[in-house]
């Protein structure tokens, strides 16, 4: 079964501190991992998946398949980055996303 | 930008009542999807929809849940027979392809009492 782990439910930091958001996961396959962002009052909508390996908003994410994680990471947080953070995961061939708690990024000025 | 739209926002019923959650995908996507978070807890996927059938559900998607594409722009999602633990946000999702990401609606939150 594929199972998706967000150890902190919340994560404060302050503007300009590094900030990452940690995501484990457990599927004996290839699957693909994606980060999802939640605003205040707005809608869940992609953040960044893993097989694109870009940068969104300052944001980067690398699999790392022998620790099953799939870490969010940024150098310096913005205030505006304040928001729900989820891991979500696929497996190849289905459209299921399974999604991890989520944690709440608060970024304090 | 294109979005997904879900009404209404909110819905309250009584339980054992029938309630049709409504959702318009974006124009162009063929898959649809339903999820729905508990008050607290993780997102759960109910349901995947494509060329007019189910094409994958979870064990949370029992025979008192239904979907149907009534038409070339509604997605819905029917509640038979709601009881009290139905009570979640439930999100309506379209992607233009399987290996597409989903584009989510804002949401109906479904209390029912």
């Known amino acids: 079964a594929q199972r998706v782990t967000q150890p902190e439910k919340l994560l404060s930091v302050f503007k300009g501190a590094p900030v990452e958001l940690k995501c484990n996961y457990s599927y004996s396959g290839s699957p693909e991992l994606f980060w999802y962002v939640q605003y205040s009052r707005q809608r869940l909508q992609l953040l960044l998946r893993?097989?694109s390996r870009e940068s969104i908003k300052g944001f980067t994410a690398d699999l790392n398949k022998g620790e099953t994680s799939f870490h969010l990471k940024k150098p310096f947080a913005q205030e505006e980055d304040s928001a729900m953070y989820y891991c979500?995961?696929?497996?190849?061939?289905?459209?299921?996303?399974?999604f991890g708690k989520g944690t709440k990024l608060t970024v304090n000025p | 930008e294109p979005e997904v739209t879900q009404t209404p926002s909110h819905q309250v019923t009584q339980m054992g009542q029938e309630v049709i959650l409504r959702c318009v995908p974006i124009?162009?996507?063929?898959?649809f999807y339903w999820y729905r978070q508990i008050l607290g807890q993780k997102v759960e996927f109910l349901v995947s929809f494509y060329n007019n059938e189910i094409s994958e559900k979870s064990e949370i998607f029992d025979d008192q849940f239904s979907v149907e594409r009534p038409d070339g722009s509604n997605f819905t999602l029917k509640i038979r027979s709601t009881k009290l633990e139905d009570s979640a946000m439930y999100f309506c999702?379209?992607?233009?392809?399987?290996?597409?990401?989903?584009?989510f609606g804002n949401g109906t939150r479904l209390t029912v009492t």
């Open positions: 893993h097989i």
């Open positions: 999702a379209s992607s233009d392809r399987a290996d597409s990401p989903l584009h």
């Open positions: 124009s162009n996507h063929l898959y």
């Open positions: 979500a995961l696929s497996r190849g061939g289905s459209e299921k996303l399974v």
